[in-house]
Antibody, heavy 120, light 107 residues
């Protein structure tokens, strides 16, 4: 079964750091472009970051540039999002999503998400 | 950044109704447009990619059309399981941007 499972969320103080993990199964993560997408409580979806198949090209939404870093461990078939200098507005459920591969976009699967709460 | 304007933001419809949701891009995005369905407390589900291509397993009552700046998602005959929030996403240009969502409610 093709799936992703996110973990690593929790309560963190403003200015703090968290590292989110996304464990993929049923497919080889490095064969695809991968995304992190978030959703603040009661709000819409917001794209955060992408990593291309080569692992070298990375893209971020403007308000996380310099604070968030997307990375991958091929041996563990896992994707990560290192989040530093967290702000209250980063509070959201964070989803890991398979974005593109084999010549087409997928936007699937989505995990259950992991909740990040930034609060003092 | 490309702005995606979705309309309406909400609508009330009855079972069996034909429903159309529109998404307008602030600049041309060719057909790099996807649609998602999200039910309360659940992760989004991908419905359509490349403006009009159904994802595997998505019923044919869903259809998408458009190119350039104007796109539509149509549900041909609304069923109880279709009451949800729908989002469009442009993936032509970074940053990827979502529409604000359309909540489809029961009339």
């Amino acid at each position: 079964e093709v799936q992703v499972v996110e973990s690593g969320g929790g309560l963190v103080q403003p200015g703090g750091s968290l590292r989110l993990s996304c464990a993929a199964s049923g497919f080889t993560l490095s064969d695809y472009h991968m995304s992190w997408i978030r959703q603040a409580p009661g709000k819409g979806l917001e794209w955060v970051a992408n990593m291309k198949q080569d692992g070298n090209e990375k893209y971020y939404v403007g308000f996380v540039k310099g604070r968030f870093t997307i990375s991958r461990d091929n041996a563990k078939n896992s994707l990560y999002l290192q989040m530093d200098s967290l702000r209250a507005e980063d509070t959201a459920v964070y989803y890991c999503v398979r974005y593109y591969g084999s010549g087409r976009p997928w936007f699937d699967p989505w995990g259950q998400g992991t909740l990040v709460i930034v609060s003092s | 950044d490309i702005q995606m304007t979705q309309s309406p933001s909400s609508l009330s419809a009855s079972v069996g109704d034909r429903v159309t949701i529109t998404c307008r891009a602030s600049q041309g995005i060719s057909n790099y447009l996807a649609w998602f369905q999200q039910k309360p407390g659940k992760a989004p589900k991908s419905l359509i990619y490349a403006a009009s291509n159904l994802q595997n397993g998505v019923p044919s009552k869903f259809s998408g059309s458009g190119s350039g700046t104007d796109f539509t998602l149509t549900i041909s005959s609304l069923q109880p399981e279709d009451f949800a929030t729908y989002y469009c996403l442009q993936y032509n240009t970074y940053p990827l941007t979502f529409g604000g969502g359309t909540k489809v409610e029961i009339k």
